[in-house]
């Protein structure tokens, strides 16, 4: 089963590359980021899964416990941070893509860089 996992995170973080790569909308492409995204967080999920998915939590009716009891709490911990710099990533490219489609009324990549181009080339003449 925990086969079965890595290969649907390791292709839905394959899809997202593909789409980040062959999409020209620039919206399609923080899309496919995020997609990306939450796939390295399953990555991490995955990996922290130990022989057991039990919580590295301890009570006091535990006594002796060994680590192969818990899962590794440190892909948990990761986890937060990109989960946090994900959010932060990914809104912050939301709002410069707003700024790119109120200047060149398109969020379509070739046709920017095209009106960019032929800007930098009026400027040189």
Known sequence: MK?????????????GLYGTIMK???????????????????FFLHSGIGE????PILSPSIQVFTQ???????????VITAVVIGF????????????IASKFHTVDEDQVEDTIEKDRLD???
Do not use: H, W
């Open 3 to 15: 086969e079965i996992e890595g290969i649907l995170i390791l292709l839905t973080i394959l899809i």
């Open 24 to 42: 020209r909308n620039l919206i399609l492409k923080l899309l496919m980021l995020g997609i990306m995204n939450s796939s390295v967080i399953g």
């Open 52 to 55: 057991s998915r039990t919580p």
């Open 68 to 78: 192969f009891d818990y899962a590794d709490p440190l892909p948990q911990a990761l």
């Open 88 to 99: 932060a990533t990914l809104a912050l490219s939301l709002v410069y893509v707003m700024m």
């Open 123 to 125: 400027e040189l003449r």
